[in-house]
T-cell receptor
């Protein structure tokens, strides 16, 4: 079990640029979540996938944000036309939802820290 | 909507002593999960302990235990025999499909 991995770990970009982050979940996990964490705050939910289907999006996820999980494995989160307010840690988590509907614990990746200058 | 409140932004405890972190939550659901996560400085979020709401028995993991009061919607974390490695942000969290986190409590361990 290699855990949840995220790439890159750090990203510095200029305002107006587009950025894309990648998350690789634990291999057998069918649920994948994205959260955003600003300094000194708890993580806030952005969106989640069950396999390749995006099941819920937070109102925090503006039109500039898009997430995909095309083959039900890794996921990407893209931010277009970045703004300084997008500076945050972007966390990915994954879990296994069993056939019974029971959802196991979410395991978090190390995060991608985005700085928008 | 569900909410999670941690009223202690920071706490300090002497090494080897016991500390309790407070958490309250609000929900209209009867079946749910509660968690405490630990986030060391610049490091990954780690699950400390989980509690299923349908279980009356309080969860325990080694030096970590919870006091779950369902009627009062209270879910505190007790850390016994505090160690320097326990220094971190601690987040109380409620889960339906997604996780809703509190704002966190920064725990300092004094040598």
């Amino acid at each position: 079990d290699t855990g949840v991995s995220q790439d890159p770990r750090h990203k510095i970009t200029k305002r107006g640029q587009n950025v894309t982050f990648r998350c690789d979940p634990i291999s057998e996990h069918n649920r994948l979540y994205w959260y955003r964490q600003t300094l000194g705050q708890g993580p806030e939910f952005l969106t989640y996938f069950q396999n390749e289907a995006q099941l819920e999006k937070s109102r925090l996820l503006s039109d500039r944000f898009s997430a995909e999980r095309p083959k039900g494995s890794f996921s990407t989160l893209e931010i277009q036309r970045t703004e300084q307010g997008d500076s945050a840690m972007y966390l990915c988590a994954s879990s296994l939802v069993r056939a019974s509907g029971y959802t196991d614990t979410q395991y978090f990746g190390p995060g991608t820290r985005l700085t928008v200058l | 909507a569900q909410t999670v409140t941690q009223s202690q932004p920071e706490m300090s405890v002497q090494e080897a002593e016991t500390v309790t972190l407070s958490c309250t939550y609000d929900t209209s659901e009867s079946d749910y999960y509660l968690f405490w996560y630990k986030q060391p400085p610049s490091r990954q979020m780690i699950l400390v302990i989980r509690q299923e709401a349908y279980k009356q028995q309080n969860a325990t993991e080694n030096r970590f235990s919870v006091n779950f009061q369902k009627a009062a919607k209270s879910f505190s974390l007790k850390i016994s025999d505090s160690q320097l490695g326990d220094a971190a942000m601690y987040f109380c969290a409620y889960r339906d499909d997604k996780i809703i986190f509190g704002k966190g409590t920064r725990l300092h361990i004094l040598p």
